[in-house]
């Protein structure tokens, strides 16, 4: 019997301990490289880095983490309403790339929109919602295919994109007039236009769909939005020097995590009373932010100092800074494994 405990209590540590180890990669667009860094998630350590091609920005993977995908743009760099000695755009750059997460290559190229910058993958994972920035437009583009399947006009300087988790509906944030433009995708129209105002970049949502949060980098603040009528609610002002841009959600939706770009910090905002609870000191300009699976680190793409930061979300403290490529932009969190519970075969 005691024999039997002692390797029951083996086996039940052997399964917790594979159970708690972290099981995940973080894969990073670096825009000016031209490449995406690979992270293991146990180790925070640099596993792979490879070329994708012209300014890679918005990434994300697929429900399922079989498939990656980042927007390419061959657009040059440029200050925001600056045209002067614009160099001349090659749009035979842009597309949607498309990455196999275990080989840790681009597999594919699709015609994703005119300077695709950021996107969204539908719930289902069918589909991408791409915001094309100098076409004032969203395009929608099948992922089993690379088809193009609609394409619906906004107003000019199109960033953000969220998907509405509880009801599809998409949201897209302009960057011009300071407007979010909820579009129903399945009859691909505008149904409502909401004024945030503050040069808006990104948006998430509640997991119930209650609730969206729109980061506003001129005003310094992240606007509220009842998600289910479509209207602006508040306004939450952060810090002086904040300059909003990318944000995330905690699973339970207590916590929102906004990065300040040039304010190098994350704000940690308390949903329920919709004020800083607190920052936490980063790289700099830090850009896109995401959670791990657990929800335990936080990751941000700190796009002036080529690195990206680790911090731990029980203790409020950055834990490390690890080097990635040139101008890190956006950063997805893939499972390092074929599927759930299935290791991978395939090798590096």
């Not at 052997?14 to 159970?19: D, E, K, Y």
């Not at 995708?185 to 119930?208: C, E, M, Y």
């Not at 329920?272 to 936080?298: E, F, H, M, Q, Y």
């Amino acid at each position: 019997m005691r024999r039997l405990l002692v390797l029951y209590l083996l086996v039940a540590g052997a399964i917790l301990t594979r159970a708690e180890t972290p099981n995940y990669l973080v894969f990073v667009s670096n825009e000016r490289s031209g490449d995406v860094t690979v992270i293991d998630g146990e180790s925070d350590a640099v596993v792979a880095t490879f070329a994708v091609g012209k300014r890679p920005r918005g990434i994300h993977a697929t429900p399922d983490g079989k498939r990656l995908f980042v927007t390419l743009s061959g657009s040059p760099r440029m200050a925001p309403g600056v045209d002067e000695n614009r160099a001349p755009a090659d749009k035979t750059a842009d597309g949607l790339g498309v990455i196999d997460p275990l080989a840790r290559k681009l597999i594919d190229r699709w015609h994703g929109g005119s300077d695709p910058e950021q996107f969204a993958i539908s719930k289902d994972g069918r589909f991408a919602f791409i915001a094309n920035e100098d076409d004032a437009s969203a395009s929608i583009v099948d992922l089993s295919s690379g088809q193009s399947r609609g394409k619906i006009k906004v107003s000019e300087e199109p960033e953000g994109m969220g998907v509405n988790p509880a009801n599809g509906e998409m949201y897209v944030t302009c960057e011009e007039k300071g407007e979010v433009f909820a579009i129903d995708p399945d009859q691909q129209r505008v149904i409502a236009k909401i004024d945030t105002g503050g040069r808006p970049r990104s948006v998430v949502f509640l997991q119930d769909g209650s609730r969206a949060y729109v980061a506003c980098e001129n005003g310094g603040y992240v606007a509220v939005i009842d998600a289910r009528s479509h209207k602006l609610l508040s306004k939450i002002q952060l810090p002086t020097g904040s300059l909003p841009m990318g944000t995330a959600i905690s699973q339970d939706g207590k916590d929102l995590y906004v990065s300040t770009g040039r304010g190098n910090a994350v704000a940690i905002i308390d949903t329920a009373k919709n004020a800083v609870a607190t920052t936490i000191p980063v790289g700099n300009r830090a850009w896109s932010i995401a959670l791990d699976p657990t929800g335990s680190k936080l990751y941000t793409a700190n796009g002036a100092s080529n690195d990206v930061s680790v911090v731990d979300v029980k203790s409020r403290k950055e834990l490390r800074r690890i080097k990635v490529g040139d101008g890190p932009w956006g950063i997805a969190i893939a499972p390092k494994e074929g599927r759930l519970g299935q290791p991978s075969t395939t090798k590096n």
